[in-house]
């Protein structure tokens, strides 16, 4: 039902304009609904890729771009902007073992460049000053014949 | 010895011309023990401006040092071990490092006190924007808004844990710095967004430990102080002597304020490459397009390599590459409209072989980055003289931003 509704919703997702959304790292595609108070952002484009689908929003500081796969679960979120997002929400149920992680990886001097990895994801940011970027993934979520530097 | 006599007189010079009353004097430049000109900061990629105790294993660190004032005062302090850093926009210092004369004057947000999460792609520095007197070399003191970063401002915890700048950088050890001198193509850290909304994620209005996004004008936005100037303002030239294939422990070079200012900075024979509204030009590598950034703060060459095989990661230093024997790569830099376009020859060495010897300055050492960005670190700097033109401002090589080589 739950992947019905989602499939429904991709499908009318253009459509929805100016609606807060939001969906989680790990979860299917409907945490749109649920979590869309929680960021301001509102729908931008919606496109069909060979093995998933990638469904944009857009706030103030930064536009998300989360990766779904064809049975309606997000396996990968990737942003640009003028500041990260707030992962908190976005890595949803992986939200505490990336910040015990984020603890324990040393910094990188010199390097626009960081690297979180966790027993179940990988959470990246580089970029700099006024052009930030960073994506976030579940490798064993990942469809099969997908690179993970599709997502970007 | 020499250079640090070179360091003293310097020190005097922008002592004398920052802090006194006077402090109109002009030297030349000419190398030897003479005193820089007035538009002239000593760099040292590794050298004595680099902090030992921030230093270790850091390879191509460039270091310069200013001097920051109480706001309208004669009370400064000298500091070194400041990141030159073209891929940002301001000046930010350790509060830890600043001495018991240094009083800075906070800005007011609404009731509160303004606070930036600033943030440079893997990190971030969390602290209250204050107003300082800056003074660059023999320049006139200017009074700009500066970050003191301070990770416990306003008592929010930057921990992993926390919503407001978590990882935030917690001091200068582990940051690698005392501070960062932004003198980068734009002027503001934010510009035109953080005036309009008060949901960026950058700016802060803090009353006790309660802080809540804000909206701040550009005026108190953190900015490139070389853009607050008298004359000179137009941007800086970054001039780094070559490296040897195999290293060096330490380089100087200069840092000159102004382009087509002063005699000792008038461009000749060098391309413009207009930038966009993020900094950003374009880089073409073997079919494969980057957007491009020119950065003296990366100390690398960064980049996702166009095939794999052709670099492969170290396996010791998985950041950094490691090809069994030197590889020669030919890049295009382009504008960001697409021209003009200018070829680019570049080596990426074995990181673990190059770096077993106790040489700390390398110009071609590069690693592997997520897709889509090419970084032009430091290692591009050495034997080029890049000049980096500030937004809205002009010179014989156009309008900024762009950055010419």
């Known amino acids: 039902m739950k992947r019905k509704l989602c499939a429904l919703f991709l499908g009318f997702g253009l459509l929805m304009a100016a609606q807060q959304v939001h969906a989680t790292l790990g979860e299917t595609a409907d945490s749109v609904t649920t979590d869309r108070k929680a960021i301001s952002a509102v729908r931008g484009a919606t496109t069909v890729h060979t093995g998933y689908t990638v469904q944009e929003i857009v706030s103030d500081a930064v536009t998300v771009r989360e990766y779904i796969s064809p049975s309606g679960v997000v396996f990968g979120i990737a942003w640009n902007g003028l500041s990260s997002p707030d992962l908190t929400l976005l890595l949803g149920f992986y939200s505490g073992e990336y910040r015990k992680a984020l603890q324990q990886t040393p910094r990188m001097r010199g390097r626009r460049f960081s690297q979180i990895k966790t027993d179940h994801i990988v959470v990246e940011k580089w970029g700099h000053m006024r052009n930030l970027r960073g994506r976030a993934y579940v490798p064993s979520l990942i469809p099969q014949g997908v690179t993970v530097d599709e997502i970007k | ?405």
């Open chain 2, 1 to 405: 010895m020499k250079s640090s006599k070179r360091a003293l007189l310097f020190l005097i010079l922008v002592l004398a011309a920052g802090c006194g009353s006077g402090g109109s004097s002009t030297p030349s430049v000419t190398g030897g023990n003479e005193a820089p000109a007035s538009n002239v900061l000593p760099i040292t990629v590794n050298g004595s401006l680099c902090s030992p105790s921030t230093s270790a294993f850091y390879l191509n660190k460039p270091c310069v040092s200013i001097t920051i004032c109480n706001p309208g005062t004669s009370t400064c302090q000298t500091i070194n071990d400041i990141l030159l850093d073209t891929g940002s926009f301001g000046l930010r210092i350790f509060k830890s490092v600043l001495s018991s004369d240094i009083s800075l004057t906070q800005v007011a947000s609404g009731s509160g006190s303004l606070a930036e999460c600033a943030q440079f792609g893997g990190f971030s520095e969390w602290g209250p924007v204050q107003l300082a007197g800056v003074a660059l070399a023999g320049e006139p003191t200017v009074t700009v808004p500066i970050q003191v970063i301070d990770p416990t401002f306003a008592n929010i915890s930057t921990s992993s844990t926390s919503t407001i700048c978590p990882g935030a950088d917690q001091g200068p050890v582990s940051a690698g710095f005392s501070g960062i001198l932004g003198v980068g193509v734009l002027s503001q850290d934010c510009g035109s967004d953080c005036v309009t909304n008060s949901n960026i994620g950058i700016y802060y209005s803090c009353n006790g430990s309660t802080c809540s996004g804000t909206k701040v004008g550009l005026s108190s936005q953190v900015q490139n102080p070389v853009a607050f100037l008298p004359s000179d303002n137009n941007g800086v030239i970054v001039e780094l002597p070559s490296v040897p294939s195999n290293g060096s422990p330490s380089v100087n070079g200069i840092l000159v304020l102004g382009i087509g200012t002063k005699t000792n900075n008038v461009p000749s024979g060098v391309t413009t490459y207009n930038t966009d509204i993020f900094g950003e030009i374009i880089t073409i590598l073997t079919g494969t397009t980057y957007s491009s950034i020119i950065d003296s703060g990366s100390n690398g060459l960064f980049f996702t390599p166009p095939s794999t095989g052709l670099l492969p990661n170290c396996a010791s230093n998985p950041t950094w590459f490691c090809p069994s024997s030197a590889t020669t790569l030919s890049a295009e830099n382009e504008g960001a409209s697409g021209s003009p376009s200018g070829e680019v020859f570049f080596q990426i060495g074995n990181f673990d072989i190059l770096t077993s010897s106790s040489n700390m300055v390398f110009s071609n050492i590069g690693g592997s980055s997520p897709p889509g960005l090419f970084d032009w670190g430091l290692p591009f700097y050495f034997g080029r003289n890049i000049f980096v033109g500030i937004q809205n401002t002009s010179s014989s090589l156009g309008t900024g931003p762009y950055f010419a080589y």
